[in-house]
C-alpha cells in the first residue's frame, strides 16, 4: 500500500531503515527546533524574492505534515 503523505512517507522510511523510536524522536525534535534558522537562511540567500516565499511555503507545508507525526 502506498502512502502519499509527506508524514507517511518519513514514517515507513524510519521503518525501513530500522530507527529506534527515541532517535526518531530526537531527529524530528532536532527538525522541528532549526526551523526558523532555514527561514532565516532562505531569507538572506540570493535567490529571487518569489522563489524564498515559494521555497518558504513549501518548507514550512512539510514541516506542519512531518509534525503529525510527532505526537
Do not use: C, H, N, W
Given at each position: 500500500?502506498?502512502?502519499?503523505?509527506?508524514?507517511?512517507?518519513f514514517k515507513i522510511?524510519?521503518?525501513q531503515v530500522e530507527i529506534k523510536?527515541?532517535?526518531?524522536n530526537k531527529?524530528?525534535?532536532?527538525?522541528?527546533?532549526h526551523s526558523k534558522e532555514?527561514?532565516?537562511l532562505t531569507q538572506a540567500s540570493f535567490l529571487e524574492e518569489s522563489t524564498q516565499r515559494n521555497y518558504i511555503q513549501?518548507?514550512?507545508?512539510?514541516l506542519k505534515q512531518?509534525?503529525?507525526?510527532?505526537?
Open positions: 500500500m502506498s502512502q502519499t503523505t509527506i508524514a507517511g512517507q522510511l524510519t521503518e523510536p527515541k532517535q526518531f531527529i524530528m525534535t532536532s527538525m522541528m527546533e532555514v527561514i532565516e513549501d518548507y514550512e507545508y512539510r512531518l509534525q503529525k507525526i510527532k505526537a
